[in-house]
């Protein structure tokens, strides 16, 4: 196993159009996380999975932006009519389940997006 | 709601000399705090996390309640330590991490 496994590693799109981003989590890992990391900034939380079940969901997460984990294996998230400010590096994570305690995370490299 | 502060964008110090990185955070409840490092082209990963009280690569971080603060020390920096670090908190039984904006370490020769 090489880890969490992100593709693309890089998008570049025009505004107006959809994009998808696909997360292969660590196989033994039933939880898994999106943030979205903007320049200068730290990690922002967007969603969590638990198998398939999505947990928690972040109010910057608007109706453009969808996540799923259809079999709670990998994970897909979609922007539509993507905007210049979803410009960003996308982050997946997963984790083991560790009850109530917050388990140590596993990061992906990333998927850049860029919005002209 | 949850705020994590890292005063310090960038923290230059010398090899050999110690090392402070400051957290701050906002949370009236019991927190979950914990360390995550970004070494040039590497992924994100933890460093340490407060529950564990334990010292990795040199590194400890005490929770201080009172301050509300959970500061990352090292006695002696080394060259292999320059990065980028980021605080970050979840409240008890939730699984959504807050982060800081980072500290960019640069230990020099």
């Known amino acids: 196993d090489t880890g969490v496994s992100q593709n693309p590693r890089h998008k570049i799109t025009k505004r107006g159009q959809n994009v998808t981003f696909r997360c292969d989590p660590i196989?033994?890992?039933?939880?898994l996380y999106w943030y979205r990391q903007t320049l200068g900034q730290g990690p922002e939380f967007l969603t969590y999975f638990q198998n398939e079940a999505q947990l928690e969901k972040s109010r910057l997460l608007s109706d453009r932006f969808s996540a799923e984990r259809p079999k709670g294996s990998f994970s897909t998230l979609e922007i539509q009519r993507t905007e210049q400010g979803d410009s960003a590096m996308y982050l997946c994570?997963?984790?083991?389940?560790?009850?109530?305690?917050?388990?140590?995370?596993?990061f992906g490299e990333g998927s850049r997006l860029t919005v002209l | 709601a949850q705020r994590v502060t890292q005063p310090e964008k960038l923290l230059s110090v010398f090899k050999g000399a110690p090392v402070e990185l400051k957290c701050n955070y906002s949370y009236s409840g019991s927190p979950e705090l914990f360390w995550y490092v970004q070494y040039s082209r590497q992924r994100l990963q933890l460093l340490l996390r407060h529950i564990s009280r334990e010292s990795i690569k040199g590194f400890t971080a005490d929770l201080n309640k009172g301050e509300t603060s959970f500061h990352l020390k090292k006695p002696f920096a080394q060259e292999e330590d320059s990065a980028m670090y980021y605080c970050a908190l979840s409240r008890q039984g939730a699984q959504k991490l807050v982060f800081g904006q980072g500290t960019r370490l640069t230990i020099n020769p």
């Open positions: 994570a997963s984790s083991e389940d560790s009850g109530r305690a917050h388990g140590e995370l596993f």
């Open positions: 196989s033994e890992h039933n939880r």
